[in-house]
């Protein structure tokens, strides 16, 4: 049975890592529904964020052949209630419709959203949560005019308390043996 999983991936920084691991996902056949790139807590070292639905054996499969990637520290997987997540929505409307009706500002509050530019000829709107949150605050400024509109990928922090740098230190003192 297909599930949604988040799968993080820590590496270095460098040229064709992303290229590699989203080809792993394609000859696969598994589309890749969001992907966010950062540093992570640990110094030099960056995290890949993964969305994708299919099986569990074959997200475990997958995982395996991630970190048998040359420059993967370490590749975990998580089903949603593993972790806690988020994603981030920007809506540019026009300031006129701002200033001109109340309908707008009243779904902007409904929602929790801010507003994180107002200029003369646009407003930017700002909205966090869940793609569910985002989308429905779309769908209900898009019959006032959006002008512009993007949204990131998810960013995640897992529930288990191992975090990476333990992972990290045992990598280390393995390889000095």
Known sequence: MKEQFTISIYTENLIGILHRLTTIFTRRHINIESITASESEVKDIH??????????DKIKKIVKQIEKQVDVFKAFYHKNDGIVYQEMALYKMPTKLLSQTKEVEYIVRKHHARLLAVEPDFTIIEKT?????????????????????????????????????????????????
Not at 47 to 56: F, G, K, L, N, P
């Open 47 to 56: 995290r890949y964020t993964i969305v994708v639905s299919s099986e569990e």
């Open 129 to 177: 949560g869940f793609k569910e949150e985002t989308q429905e605050l779309f769908e209900q400024l898009k019959p006032h005019g959006i002008l512009e509109f993007v949204r990131s990928g998810r960013i995640s922090i897992s529930k288990p308390m191992k975090e990476f740098q333990e992972y990290f230190t045992e990598v280390e003192e393995a390889s000095r043996l």
